[in-house]
């Protein structure tokens, strides 16, 4: 009795990749390669154009700076905001901004942490004054709640500076006291009417 005839096979014993199949597991015969674009749909190499001045795309000119400082050359993307309508004088000023941001990133991260410190304190120390003191014959709930809306806004306005605060990057040294000058007055005031009402210490025995 015989039977048909056996299969070949391959090889060591490997098996025959179907018709149309590359042994690395790619259909068709060739390899297929993907290419990346670069960003924001820029041909590879090249950095996006930010919009032209009239029409500025998400962030404007600010955003698409930052965004590619780093990866070229500050010659480089003036160039090419320069070709998509911004002026060369502009993109320089961003440019310097930019600089002066990063270089006074630890400066301002540190003001923050003091004008927090001393917001958060002063309201701490003043709220449970006026609400032990018993002389002041049930005002501190009232005080309590004026305190804690004008202190707020107070700290809002000195966060606001000190995030928004122009600073060279070349006069870093002596920045911090500006950087927490306007805030610091602001709580002087706050807290300084605050004790002026006699809620948190008048009456004590």
Same mark, same amino acid.
């Given at each position: ?7 070949? !096979? ?14 690395? !597991?790619?259909? !068709? ?77 630890? $400066?301002?991260?540190?003001? /923050? ?28 709930? =009232? ?9 707020? =806004? ?8 000190? /995030?928004?605060? /122009? ?12 950087? $927490? ?25």
């Amino acid at each position: 009795m015989t039977s048909g005839p056996l299969d070949p !096979g391959t090889p060591n014993g490997e098996p025959q990749p179907e018709p149309g199949e590359q042994p690395g !597991g790619q259909p !068709g015969g060739a390899p297929q390669w993907t290419l990346r674009p670069g960003p924001e749909g820029a041909p590879p190499g090249e950095p996006a154009e930010p919009g032209p001045p009239s029409q500025p795309g998400p962030g404007g000119l600010s955003a698409y700076l930052a965004a590619n400082r780093g990866r070229f050359t500050d010659e480089v993307l003036v160039d090419e905001a320069v070709k998509a309508g911004w002026s060369a004088d502009a993109v320089q000023n961003e440019l310097a901004a930019l600089t002066d941001g990063q270089a006074t990133a630890p $400066i301002r991260a540190r003001a /923050r942490r003091i004008v927090i410190v001393l917001y958060l304190v002063g309201y701490a120390v003043l709220v449970a004054a006026m609400l032990t003191n018993v002389g002041n014959y049930g005002g501190g709930g =009232i005080g309590t709640v004026v305190l804690t809306v004008a202190l707020g =806004i107070a700290f809002a306005v000195g966060s606001l500076w000190v /995030r928004r605060k /122009r600073i060279s990057a070349d006069r870093l040294e002596g920045s911090l006291p500006v950087l $927490i000058a306007l805030p610091a007055i602001l709580w002087l005031v706050v807290t300084g009417l605050c004790v002026a009402t006699g809620l948190p210490f008048s009456g004590r025995g």
